[in-house]
């Protein structure tokens, strides 16, 4: 059983950045796609960017050219650099490992920004 830890939420101003690092308890090289989910009071969990295994990353729109997602297999972390931020990006950022027939889900970290 793989386990993963978020960390580096905060509480930002809008035009900020923040760094977020999802470290995993075991090597991720075998698992396929990484990804970073959000999910804002009273919303659903909604994806915000993957990369796999091979390092193929996408974003959803509302991030896309904000966010960038990123791994290193050798340091068992997914980083989700996120800079221009925005009061909309308000939420509990999860770390998501998939590899079939597992899923596997952090605790998630707490990204306030301010207006």
């Known amino acids: 059983h793989v386990q993963l830890a978020e960390s580096g939420g905060g509480l930002v101003q809008a035009g900020g950045s923040l760094r977020l690092s999802c470290v995993a308890s075991t090597n991720i090289f075998s698992i396929n796609t990484m990804a970073w989910f959000r999910q804002a009071p009273g919303k659903q969990r909604e994806l915000v960017a993957t990369?796999?295994?091979?390092?193929?990353?996408n974003y959803a729109g509302a991030v896309k050219g904000r966010f960038t997602i990123s791994r290193d297999n050798a340091k068992n972390t997914v980083w989700l650099q996120m800079n221009s931020l925005k009061p909309e990006d308000t939420a509990v950022y999860y770390c998501?490992?998939?590899?079939?027939?597992?899923?596997?889900w952090g605790q998630g970290t707490q990204v306030t920004v301010s207006s």
């Open positions: 990369i796999t295994s091979g390092g193929s990353t």
């Open positions: 998501r490992g998939l590899s079939f027939p597992y899923d596997y």
